[in-house]
């Protein structure tokens, strides 16, 4: 009777967690969706708590105890800015537990696994060990403890493949049941050691697709851990997880026209693109504009079409992007976002900073909904953003970045591109959309810009 | 024949996952990062019975520190999605309202 109570609790939680899912469909839906699912982990922490062989509830008071103290400040202190690291650290707590889970059950049960439950565990600790270290390193390169740029060295790949080579064959080991429990911390170790090694060598632009990927790992390991000890509920959700995080990934390395394994073994940006600045920079100028000018610009455009790019979450500059819209607005001009999906640092990144201004998100247009429609603006305003508005990346086929599908603001009536200096984008290659003829530079930093460009705007 | 059952369960639920996730909109895709991230937490369950069944040292104390774990991303995820969900709004049905100062 109470097992099929706490089956029932774990059947329910499977469905509003697919409910809660499906709810993000839509902007309206989303918030209730998640409450639905917020209860589906009610009932499911329930339906836990009064398995019969659960005996002692000291232990579990205290860490939902602790966890609760920790998580209720990353829920409601964590500044939407910090987005992008607050979810990578995420991914290591909940890799971490399900490694953990996978360890006490190989240190209680090995000798009485069944292989099916071996394969299981073995993978549930690799998995969930990569993604641990992986999301580490991914939270220090994204909070900036460490450096964004890529850190190589000579005969990496190389490393990294053997590394993933040895690794693979030590589960085999585990799997076939040699070597024990030393060999079991081994495969944890070169686990570990690979998700760093792996990581490291990735460059802050490409992190929304390595992000993505190890949400996708940590799902995986949670639905191992749901075969490892026979919870269906694990496994739903883990699949869900899991998907969710290779779809992410698929999207967004589809969206900077490269595959998994360009981004994972590429460290673009590292050499080949020094190269193309030194041969494409030389003649060219850049004209630059006045703040002043700018705004007159501005304030007697119809349509303008803003580019937001990383620059922006940078500066944190996303509510003077809002003040300077509304004054637009007053003027009777229309003021559009066209957001590419790989701008900022994770998925949907520069949504949730708009959202955060106050910008409603009936204005945010994905690339595909704006780009047939960019030619009519009479402002493309570039902030922080450079190769997802190169336009080499259609017309020059030696481009490192030839062939990504970029926003084409160079069809606008006239361009301004808000922007530090003349240095390369995270790609490491000029654009010539800061050549064109119409195209004028706002050199400076993009907040302080902005808040000269909203001060002439009202002085007009 | 279990673990057969189980990859019925584990394919049919990535394949319903692939069809509902497909349709979220580039908009919602950090919320929806945010709302996996805190649905993981489900290993939770998992946590919990190692650190509860009295099956020795290792598993309580390693149960313990995965209940923690698991614990912060189901508090935490839950809240943060659910603040960043507030914030989507729509713009004002009448474009009349001069927003505000």
């Given at each position: 009777m109470r097992e099929l109570f706490v089956q029932a609790s774990y059947l329910v939680a499977s469905v509003f967690f697919m409910l809660g899912l499906k709810s993000l469909s839509r902007a309206e839906t989303a918030s209730r969706g998640v409450n639905l699912a917020a209860i589906g982990m009610l009932i499911a922490i329930l339906g836990t708590l009064v398995?019969?062989?659960?005996?002692?509830?000291r232990w579990i008071a205290l860490g939902l105890t602790i966890g609760t103290v920790i998580g209720v400040p990353l829920g409601t202190r964590v500044?939407?800015?910090?987005m992008p690291q607050r979810i990578a650290i995420a991914l290591t707590f909940g890799a971490s537990a399900a490694t953990l889970v996978g360890i006490a059950e190989f240190h209680d049960h090995s000798d009485t696994l069944a292989l099916g439950q071996r394969v299981a565990v073995a993978f549930e600790v690799m998995l969930g060990s990569l993604t641990v270290a992986g999301s580490f390193i991914a939270f220090g390169k994204l909070q900036e403890?460490?450096?964004?740029?890529p850190l190589t060295y000579r005969g990496q790949n190389a490393v990294n493949f053997l590394l993933l080579g040895v690794m693979v064959a030590v589960l085999v080991a585990v799997v076939i049941g040699i070597g024990g429990m030393p060999l079991f911390y081994g495969l944890i170790g070169l686990s570990l050691v690979a998700g760093v090694s792996l990581v490291l060598p990735i460059g802050g632009a490409d992190m929304p697709v390595v992000v993505a990927l190890l949400n996708s790992y940590s799902g995986l390991a949670s639905a191992a851990t749901g075969f490892a000890i026979s919870n269906n509920v694990l496994i739903v959700s883990g699949a869900l997880d899991g998907t969710s995080g290779f779809l992410l990934s698929m999207l967004m390395s589809k969206a900077m026209n490269r595959s998994f394994a360009n981004v994972l073994f590429?460290?673009?940006?590292?050499?080949?693109g020094t190269a193309a600045v030194a041969a494409g920079g030389s003649d060219l100028v850049a004209t630059p504009i006045s703040a002043e000018d700018a705004a007159v610009q501005l304030a007697y455009a119809r349509n303008v079409v803003v580019v937001p790019g990383y620059g922006m979450a940078v500066a944190q500059a996303q509510h003077q992007v809002r003040e300077l819209a509304e004054l637009i607005e007053k003027r009777g001009g229309e003021v559009r976002y066209a957001i590419h999906?790989?701008?900022?640092?994770?998925?949907?990144h520069m949504n949730v900073l708009l959202a955060e201004a106050?910008?409603?998100?009936?204005k945010l247009y994905d690339m595909d909904e704006i780009n047939g429609d960019l030619?009519?603006?009479d402002v493309a305003l570039i902030i922080g953003a450079n190769d997802v508005v190169n336009p080499a990346a259609r017309t020059?086929?030696?481009?490192?970045?030839?062939?990504m599908p970029i926003?084409?603001?160079?069809?606008?009536?006239s361009v301004i591109v808000l922007k530090r200096g003349m240095s390369v984008g995270f790609a490491g290659i000029d654009n010539m959309l800061f050549y064109l003829p119409r195209t004028r530079m706002l050199f400076g930093d993009a907040k302080a810009s902005l808040v000269k460009l909203v001060t002439e705007i009202k002085a007009l | 024949m279990t673990t057969l059952m189980q990859v019925y369960v584990f394919v049919l639920a990535g394949f319903v996952g692939f069809l509902v996730i497909a349709r979220v909109p580039p908009l919602l895709h950090t919320p929806l990062m945010s709302a996996t991230n805190a649905i993981s937490g489900i290993s939770l369950v998992g946590s919990i019975v190692a650190a509860g069944a009295g099956r020795g040292v290792v598993s309580t104390v390693l149960g313990t520190v995965a209940v923690t774990a698991a614990t912060i991303n189901v508090v935490g995820g839950f809240i943060i999605t659910k603040r960043m969900l507030a914030m989507f709004k729509r713009s004002d049905r009448r474009p009349s309202e001069a927003p505000k100062a």
């Amino acid at each position: 009777m109470r097992e099929l109570f706490v089956q029932a609790s774990y059947l329910v939680a499977s469905v509003f967690f697919m409910l809660g899912l499906k709810s993000l469909s839509r902007a309206e839906t989303a918030s209730r969706g998640v409450n639905l699912a917020a209860i589906g982990m009610l009932i499911a922490i329930l339906g836990t708590l009064v398995q019969q062989v659960i005996i002692d509830y000291r232990w579990i008071a205290l860490g939902l105890t602790i966890g609760t103290v920790i998580g209720v400040p990353l829920g409601t202190r964590v500044p939407m800015t910090a987005m992008p690291q607050r979810i990578a650290i995420a991914l290591t707590f909940g890799a971490s537990a399900a490694t953990l889970v996978g360890i006490a059950e190989f240190h209680d049960h090995s000798d009485t696994l069944a292989l099916g439950q071996r394969v299981a565990v073995a993978f549930e600790v690799m998995l969930g060990s990569l993604t641990v270290a992986g999301s580490f390193i991914a939270f220090g390169k994204l909070q900036e403890i460490l450096p964004g740029r890529p850190l190589t060295y000579r005969g990496q790949n190389a490393v990294n493949f053997l590394l993933l080579g040895v690794m693979v064959a030590v589960l085999v080991a585990v799997v076939i049941g040699i070597g024990g429990m030393p060999l079991f911390y081994g495969l944890i170790g070169l686990s570990l050691v690979a998700g760093v090694s792996l990581v490291l060598p990735i460059g802050g632009a490409d992190m929304p697709v390595v992000v993505a990927l190890l949400n996708s790992y940590s799902g995986l390991a949670s639905a191992a851990t749901g075969f490892a000890i026979s919870n269906n509920v694990l496994i739903v959700s883990g699949a869900l997880d899991g998907t969710s995080g290779f779809l992410l990934s698929m999207l967004m390395s589809k969206a900077m026209n490269r595959s998994f394994a360009n981004v994972l073994f590429g460290a673009f940006g590292s050499e080949g693109g020094t190269a193309a600045v030194a041969a494409g920079g030389s003649d060219l100028v850049a004209t630059p504009i006045s703040a002043e000018d700018a705004a007159v610009q501005l304030a007697y455009a119809r349509n303008v079409v803003v580019v937001p790019g990383y620059g922006m979450a940078v500066a944190q500059a996303q509510h003077q992007v809002r003040e300077l819209a509304e004054l637009i607005e007053k003027r009777g001009g229309e003021v559009r976002y066209a957001i590419h999906p790989v701008a900022g640092r994770m998925p949907g990144h520069m949504n949730v900073l708009l959202a955060e201004a106050n910008i409603p998100y009936d204005k945010l247009y994905d690339m595909d909904e704006i780009n047939g429609d960019l030619s009519r603006a009479d402002v493309a305003l570039i902030i922080g953003a450079n190769d997802v508005v190169n336009p080499a990346a259609r017309t020059d086929p030696t481009s490192p970045i030839y062939g990504m599908p970029i926003l084409n603001v160079d069809e606008a009536k006239s361009v301004i591109v808000l922007k530090r200096g003349m240095s390369v984008g995270f790609a490491g290659i000029d654009n010539m959309l800061f050549y064109l003829p119409r195209t004028r530079m706002l050199f400076g930093d993009a907040k302080a810009s902005l808040v000269k460009l909203v001060t002439e705007i009202k002085a007009l | 024949m279990t673990t057969l059952m189980q990859v019925y369960v584990f394919v049919l639920a990535g394949f319903v996952g692939f069809l509902v996730i497909a349709r979220v909109p580039p908009l919602l895709h950090t919320p929806l990062m945010s709302a996996t991230n805190a649905i993981s937490g489900i290993s939770l369950v998992g946590s919990i019975v190692a650190a509860g069944a009295g099956r020795g040292v290792v598993s309580t104390v390693l149960g313990t520190v995965a209940v923690t774990a698991a614990t912060i991303n189901v508090v935490g995820g839950f809240i943060i999605t659910k603040r960043m969900l507030a914030m989507f709004k729509r713009s004002d049905r009448r474009p009349s309202e001069a927003p505000k100062a």
